[in-house]
């Protein structure tokens, strides 16, 4: 399956929300999903746009409006299976 995290920060970024996802994905992950995340290049400037950690995929884009401007502007949310973000992440 792919499934798409979208929020607004991600390691290295720390948080309670942040360790949470980090978390998740990588259990997802390991469990033979195709797992990405879509996240702000804000807190982690000094790293890739695009790596793979933990065997998920983080995909870092600048700030935007609003999530649905993410969401539209992103081609992995296109091919995705499943989808997970909260509320307005002001990406």
């Known amino acids: 399956?792919?499934?798409?995290?979208a929020f607004h920060n991600y390691w290295p970024v720390f948080g309670g929300l942040e360790g949470t996802i980090k978390s998740?994905?990588?259990k997802l992950a390991e469990?033979?999903?195709e797992v990405h995340v879509i996240t702000s290049v804000l807190g982690a400037e000094d790293r890739p746009r695009e790596e793979a950690t933990g065997g998920v995929y983080v995909h870092r884009?600048?700030?935007?409006?609003?999530?649905?401007?993410?969401l539209r502007s992103s081609k992995i949310f296109a091919i995705c299976d499943h989808q997970h973000h909260k509320g307005e992440i002001n990406l």
Not at 1 to 5: A, E, L, R, S, T
Not at 61 to 66: D, E, I, N, Q
């Open 31 to 33: 469990l033979n999903n």
């Open 1 to 5: 399956m792919k499934i798409v995290h």
């Open 61 to 70: 884009v600048k700030a935007l409006k609003s999530q649905k401007s993410l």
């Open 24 to 26: 998740v994905a990588e």
